[in-house]
């Protein structure tokens, strides 16, 4: 991949650099057990879940005038909330933002989740020191990640096309797209490789063939 001088990386956070779609599957599939809709596996789970959150839903038959989206995202939230800290990061998510930050890239974070549950996971992970800013969402629904991404690089000090957006779905990869921001996908969270590789951008297995593309000699 043949990117330009890469002075600034945003992260997704939910897949990304935190290890919690087993824990998502978890949740929905007690969420589906309970009003006895089929259940999802792993492999179907990413190839399921989507952007916006009530599309994915209404796939699943949990979006209905009986049971509207904002009542079934409750349940789905609340389980999280209580479960969340049984996550560990990613492997080498660590030692990858250490790398990152030595080759004199800065670095923030983008998320879906709501702001008050992302500054208290990156604290808990001890992530804090690595990012110029936590940008979370101001609801529990997922909706504004695109508008929230562009109001905090109009703030930065770098071009769009001077930051690389690294993510896991393909929601990611339209969001770095809408700003103008490089993009890259991961493969170990929330969305499956086939569905990634979709996007025709670099999907990678690992953080160290990040490393490569932000320090190519």
């Known amino acids: 991949m043949d990117l330009p001088d890469i002075k600034h990386v945003i992260w997704d956070w ?11 599957v978890e949740l929905i599939n007690g969420i589906l057990a309970r009003r006895n809709l089929p259940t999802l596996s792993m492999e179907h789970y990413r ?9 994915y839903y209404e796939r699943l038959g949990l979006h209905s005038k009986e049971e509207p989206f904002e009542e079934v995202s409750k349940e ?5 909330v209580s479960r969340w800290k049984d996550c560990k990061l990613q492997p080498d998510a660590r030692e990858n933002l250490e790398t990152i930050s030595n080759l004199g890239i800065s670095q923030s974070v983008l998320s879906a989740s709501h702001q008050d549950a992302l500054d208290e996971a990156i604290t808990h992970f001890r992530l804090n020191g690595f990012f110029l800013g936590l940008i979370g969402q101001d609801d529990n629904y997922a909706h ?4 929230r991404g562009q109001e905090w690089v109009s703030h930065l000090d ?7 957006l690294i993510g896991d779905t393909v929601h990611d990869f339209e969001v770095a797209g809408n700003i103008g921001m490089h ?4 493969s170990h969270g929330h969305h499956a490789e ?5 996007c025709d951008i670099p999907v990678f297995s690992h953080f160290e063939q990040i490393h490569n593309i932000l320090s190519p000699t």
């Open 47 to 55: 190839d399921t879940f989507d952007f916006p959150v009530i599309n």
């Open 144 to 147: 504004g990640k695109l508008e």
């Open 194 to 198: 086939k569905k990634l590789h979709q």
């Open 76 to 80: 789905f939230i609340s389980g999280y």
């Open 14 to 24: 939910n897949g990304t650099l935190l290890d919690d779609a087993w824990l998502c």
């Open 183 to 186: 993009c890259v996908l991961l």
């Open 158 to 164: 770098w071009a769009p096309e001077e930051i690389l």
